[in-house]
Structure formats: structure tokens, C-alpha cells
């Protein structure tokens, strides 16, 4: 059984999002302060975050950055406003989707059973991938480049994965998207690949502005290029 932390302050939207995830199987804690989120962090391992932006005490950013410092678990936050900024920045700190208020509870659903699903995938049987003096430790869920431990999102994370999977391969946007997150949701376009792609270059690229091992294939898609 999968154990969500619901962080959201909205007491008739818990009520109804605990009625949804008890039906989806799923075993949820809720929290309804960035206090309380603290304690359910300390005291169990989940396996997914539901996040709301505003709170009482803070901000669910404020949380999604504390857990980041030591776990890639899959972040979905909920938002009041669908403003590219606050979206790109939800983005950034760590989080792999955002869904905007009002939603159908269904959607939010199926975002988090293939954000599941997607987690799960990346538990191969391989343990290590390298590349270019990056190398990725698949049991660890960890990235480093010459030693030095990469501070990634699970997106970003996922990305690098797929990307070592396929050297000196051009990949289109359409097919990382299908890799990454199924064909059928429509709520992850390009744009948000961009973004991703441009964080995880100014991860690992010595100069992100002219990229030698993350490629561009103009009009097609990108291509890790495996450095002689």
C-alpha cells in the first residue's frame, strides 16, 4: 500500500481528498501546518507528497525544500494560481507536478498513480550508470559528477537516468514525455520539459550556456553526447 502526506489546510478539501485516496487504496497521514508535516516527515517514509502552496504557517515550497535535502520522493503541489512563474518555481525546489485549484479529483488520481508508476520504473536490475565523469547509483537514487554528490531533482534525476540509457541518441520531446510521464496527460507539455532541462544542465555542465554533453537537436529533440 503506497502512503501518501497530504499537506493542505482546507478542511473541506481534506475531507474530500481523504474519501478519494482511501478509495484509491492509498495510505494517507494529513497535515494542515507546516508544523504538523514536519512531525508525519520525522516519524514515517512515504512514498508521495501532496503539497499545498499557501498554509497557515508558511509555504508547502518551504517544506518541499527542507525534504529535498535528503529525499527524492515524488512532490505534487497543489496551487491557487496557475502563474508561470510560481509554477516554474515549484518546479525548481523540487517538484515533479503541480495541479491548480479547482481540479477533479480523479485527475489528481491519476497524477499521482503514474508519478508512482514512473518512481517504480526506475528500479532496474542495472546499478550504476556513467558517463562523461557523471556517474548515477540506481540503488542510492543518487548522482555524481567527479565525486561530488549532484543535488537533483527526482525529475531532474529521471532525466539523467534516461538520457545515460540512450548515449549519443537523439530523443524528441514527445518520446522523453512518453518515457517520463504517460502520452495520455496532457498537463506536461514542452515548456515544463524546457525548464527541467535547463535545470538539470546547470547541474552537470561545466558551462550550461554552451552545453557539451546535454545537446539541443534543433527542430527534433536533444542527444547526450558521450565526450571522447
Known amino acids: 500500500m503506497n502512503k501518501i502526506l497530504l499537506l493542505e489546510d482546507d478542511l473541506s478539501l481534506v475531507n474530500g481528498l481523504t474519501f478519494a485516496f482511501h478509495k484509491q487504496g492509498f495510505d494517507l497521514t494529513v497535515a494542515r501546518t507546516l508544523r504538523e508535516a514536519d512531525a508525519a516527515w520525522a516519524e514515517e517514509k512515504y512514498d508521495l507528497l501532496v503539497l499545498d502552496v499557501s498554509l497557515p504557517d508558511g509555504s508547502g515550497f518551504t517544506f518541499c525544500q527542507k525534504v529535498r535535502l535528503t ?10 494560481t ?28 491519476s497524477r ?7 518512481a517504480k520504473a526506475f528500479d532496474g536490475s542495472e546499478t550504476e550508470l556513467s558517463s562523461n565523469g557523471l556517474q548515477v547509483r540506481l540503488l542510492q537514487g543518487q548522482a555524481f559528477k567527479n565525486g561530488q554528490l549532484l543535488d537533483l531533482t527526482a525529475a531532474e534525476y529521471k532525466l539523467l537516468c534516461l538520457f545515460l540509457h540512450n548515449p549519443n541518441t537523439v530523443l524528441t520531446k514527445e518520446l522523453i514525455l512518453e518515457k517520463l510521464w ?15 532541462i535547463r535545470r538539470l544542465r546547470m547541474k552537470i555542465e561545466d558551462d550550461p550556456s554552451n552545453p557539451k554533453m546535454l545537446l539541443t537537436a534543433r527542430g527534433m529533440g536533444y542527444k547526450w553526447n558521450v565526450l571522447a
Not at 520522493?73 to 491557487?80: G, Q
Open 112 to 118: 499521482i498513480n503514474a508519478l508512482l508508476r514512473r
Open 71 to 80: 529525499s527524492k520522493v515524488p512532490i505534487i503541489f497543489l496551487t491557487a
Open 182 to 196: 504517460d502520452r495520455n496527460e496532457n498537463y506536461i507539455d514542452s515548456s515544463t520539459l524546457t525548464v527541467y
Open 82 to 109: 496557475d502563474e508561470e512563474t510560481s509554477i516554474i518555481m515549484g518546479l525548481d525546489i523540487g517538484g515533479d507536478d503541480y495541479i491548480t485549484k479547482p481540479f477533479k479529483l480523479g485527475v489528481l488520481c
